[in-house]
């Protein structure tokens, strides 16, 4: 659109121009005289003059002021007019005086008047009217050209506006068209920013979920060990440390415990050795184990325990009612159930007499022949369904005779196949390492081994404990 604008002007100057020049040449073409005409003229009026005077005709007059009167209006010269009408006056004259002269007539000052009257006024009108005839001419010239002028001006001027409009809606359209290439340019960027923002805020929130997953996965795990932590301190503080041998050397000892492989959890597996009485002639022998793994069931263990512990060392007249007691006890505050062996072993005698309360039946490997493992079968249920009353039983031990009691971690172990070790086999593994050792340290060792290897491609899926109590000969 800028370029519009000095164009139209331009050409509007232009045409200022032209115009002028045309009104300055109108004015400066005025008719010139034909100075060939002029001079043949003035020629054949002196001549006719001369013949006239000496002719002494009169008509040569006449026929002169005719001539004249031609000539003037031929020419259209109002010059020629005026240089002919005075020549012709002048010859009037003196052809009136001439006349006076040779006719010897009188001389009437009239009749010259009114002919120089007439013949000048003659002179005047054709004078004036070549003049106003040049002047309506030029005009009439002058307007055609100006009206030609005006309609190549006007013409120009449609042209330019044409132009002009063709111009503006070019520009407009190219205008329309930036304006919309710009529109749809900055839709694009406004989308690209706002898929960048979305994309960015995507990133974010993933980076926060996974920041706060991260948070969550790290807090679970902390817990998790705290709860582990918790779990193996209570599982620990319920396990004691079980000497070799107890008793100056009456009774041998072997404990092990070996949590599931299948996750890190501490269960409820557990076992203790305890002198009761004075004289350290009763020893308890106590395994069990609660329904469960973790916290919970260490809380579980440490309470089945500490309760036993304290009606044991109290002083009950028997395991059965050392039981009974310990059941009632903890009834209200039990969350599952728990088997339990409660043995107590007089050294002096040997007898062993036990309660136990739905646990794996313990094994006893006897001296004189350790390929025919024994089982002390359950005297009662579990803790935990609400049954208050047990009973005992009792077994002699004789010098070199053995009691293994275990969990059912070690009965349940499966081989590759699916078959389950079971009691068993259990027993079959520890005559035969009964035999080749009498250390119950190295036996509890190769015992939890070989039942290891047992399940080797599936794994133990339960916690193991086991106690071995070998009652030794005096020496």
Not at 105 to 122: E, S, Y
Request: proline share 3%; hydrophobic share 45%.
């Amino acid at each position: 659109m800028n370029t519009v604008a000095p164009q139209t002007d331009r050409e509007l100057a232009e045409l200022s121009d032209q115009t002028s020049a045309v009104s300055d040449e109108t004015s400066v073409s005025q008719p010139t005289p034909n100075l060939a005409l002029l001079v043949f003229n003035i020629l054949l009026l002196l001549g006719i003059f001369a013949a006239d005077i000496r002719a002494d005709e009169r008509f040569h007059v006449s026929v002169l002021y005719n001539v004249c009167i031609a000539l003037t209006l031929w020419s259209w010269r109002p010059a020629w007019t005026v240089a002919i009408t005075s020549a012709s006056i002048v010859m009037r004259i003196i052809s009136h005086l001439d006349d006076v002269h040779k006719h010897t007539t009188d001389f009437n000052p009239f009749n010259l008047f009114v002919g120089i009257f007439v013949h000048a006024l003659a002179g005047v009108l054709i004078w004036r009217q070549i003049v106003v005839q040049q002047r309506l001419e030029s005009h009439l010239l002058l307007a055609g050209q100006l009206e030609k002028e005006k309609r190549q001006q006007e013409e120009a001027l449609l042209e330019a506006e044409r132009r002009t409009r063709y111009n503006l809606e070019h520009a407009e359209e190219q205008t329309r068209r930036h304006t919309a290439e710009l529109a749809g340019a900055l839709a694009e960027a406004q989308d690209a920013m706002r898929q960048a923002q979305e994309a960015t805020l995507r990133e974010r929130a993933a980076r926060l979920r996974e920041a706060d997953a991260r948070e969550r996965e790290l807090k679970a795990f902390r817990d998790l060990e705290r709860v582990k932590n918790l779990s193996v301190a209570l599982h620990h503080a319920v396990l004691p440390e079980v000497p070799s041998e107890i008793a100056g050397g009456r009774i041998h000892l072997g404990a092990r415990y070996a949590p599931a492989e299948r996750d890190s959890h501490i269960g409820g597996d557990f076992y203790d050795v305890m002198s009761l009485g004075t004289g350290d002639r009763y020893f308890g022998l106590v395994i069990g184990d609660v329904a469960g793994h973790g916290v919970e069931a260490a809380a579980q263990t440490a309470l089945v325990t500490t309760t036993l512990r304290a009606y044991a060392l109290e002083g009950a007249e028997s395991p059965a009612e050392v039981m009974t007691r310990v059941a009632r006890a903890i009834d209200a505050q039990l969350d599952s159930f728990v088997s339990l062996f409660f043995g107590v072993l007089d050294i002096e005698t040997g007898r062993l007499v036990y309660c136990n309360a739905g646990h794996e039946p313990p094994i006893i490997l006897t001296a004189d022949d350790p390929g025919k493992p024994l089982a002390l079968q359950s005297t009662g249920v579990i803790l935990g369904i609400g049954i208050m009353e047990f009973e005992e039983s009792q077994y002699f031990l004789r010098p070199g005779d053995a009691i293994l009691m275990m969990t059912d971690g070690l009965t349940e172990a499966r081989a590759e196949g699916g078959n389950l070790l079971g009691w068993d086999g259990v027993a079959a593994m520890a005559s035969n390492r009964y035999q080749q050792t009498f250390d119950m340290q190295i036996l509890a060792d190769t015992l939890l081994r070989d039942v290891r290897e047992y399940a080797t491609r599936v794994r133990l899926t339960d916690d193991v404990a086991l106690l071995i109590a070998r009652f030794a000969e005096v020496d």
